[in-house]
């Protein structure tokens, strides 16, 4: 069978949330694409889908609960072959993929760091006791309050356009982003400080942008090929094998971080109790391709040194 290539005619359909954030990544993969190929833009079509994650926005997301709340409808519309592909924020994407799709491609690993965004204070440090730090995330929220249990933690929802309009109505002093997410929109001004990993260990899959396909869709397989990056793949198998291990969902204070060098991986894993009370560990070496029994391992290893409770309070 020869590959149909896609035309403006008969473009390659790319759906994506409408968020500024994901039609930046949207866009890059299709210029990425283009690119690869020599074809024109027009030969890969945006389709934008709402998703409930973007419909229900005066509640905390752990409140609407379930997995993939900004992913289902996009799924959906893949597996009817309303879009071809689907690009995502790897961070946000549960490790297990519905039957008949697949997210094995990834663009190259932005910076992973969390930045400290404030109008107001240059660091984290800055913040005097009982300073106001807005997110909405439970990793940062357990974080931050394992190092600074002095300082007072409020919800924070919205994209980055409506975090900053809140820090400047005084609902928070401070709050943390993802140093690629900003990037990504060009709005790295608003960046007081890089936090480096040593110091605030990111999320699972931070700054990587993965793209879903059909498994039975050998013409996406092409070109979905063609700009995949190999070692973000071998980072995230790492990663993603951890947060898997723990049962790890965005509702669990987890944080992860896998990184080459030469032919080894190294990977930290760290899980918290929600309030910051007790913060757990793990920083191991193996084989590039041994990443997924990395990822298992260090799971296991946390969770026996958790014990029973510390995730029964995680769900409870
Ligand atoms: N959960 C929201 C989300 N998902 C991906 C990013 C940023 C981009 C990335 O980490 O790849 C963000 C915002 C943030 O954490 O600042």
């Given at each position: 069978m020869t590959t149909e290539m896609p035309s403006p005619a008969s473009p390659l359909k790319i759906g994506t949330r409408g968020s500024p954030l994901a039609l930046a990544q949207a866009n890059e993969t299709r210029a990425r694409l283009a690119r690869a190929f020599d074809l024109?833009?027009?030969?890969f079509q945006i389709v934008i889908i709402k998703t409930t994650g973007d419909k229900?926005?005066?509640?905390p997301l752990k409140e609407i609960g379930g997995k993939g709340l900004f992913t289902k409808e996009i799924e959906e519309d893949m597996l009817s072959g309303k879009i071809d592909i689907a690009v995502h924020s790897m961070k946000d994407m549960p490790v297990e993929q519905p039957p008949?799709?697949?997210?094995d491609t990834y663009l190259p690993r932005e910076d992973v760091r969390d930045a400290f965004v404030s109008?107001?204070?240059?660091?984290?440090?800055d913040l005097e006791p009982g300073a106001k730090v807005g997110t909405s995330s439970l990793r940062r929220r357990a974080q931050l309050m394992a190092r600074r249990p002095d300082l007072e933690v409020v919800e924070f929802r919205g994209n980055v356009q409506t975090r900053m309009m809140k820090l400047g109505n005084g609902v928070a002093d401070a709050t943390f982003l993802a140093m690629a997410g900003l990037r990504r929109l060009g709005m790295?001004?608003?960046?007081k400080s890089a936090i480096e990993v040593e110091e605030v260990l990111p999320a699972v899959a931070q700054g990587a942008i993965g793209i879903e396909r059909r498994a039975d869709d050998s013409r996406a397989a092409k070109f979905l090929e063609a700009i995949h990056d190999g070692p973000t793949g071998q980072r995230l198998a790492a990663e993603r094998a951890f947060l898997a291990g723990l049962d790890g969902s965005c509702e669990t204070p987890i944080a992860g971080l896998a990184e080459l060098d030469g032919g080894t991986l190294r990977l930290r894993g760290e899980i918290l109790r929600p309030d910051g009370s007790e913060v757990l560990n793990d920083d191991r070496r193996a084989p590039v391709e041994d990443g997924p029994e990395l990822g298992a391992a260090m799971a296991a290893a946390l969770r026996a040194e958790a014990g029973e409770g510390f995730f029964d309070w995680i769900s409870g």
């Open positions: 024109p833009f027009e030969a229900v926005l005066d509640r008949g799709l697949l997210l109008l107001t204070h240059g660091a984290m440090g790295e001004e608003v960046v």
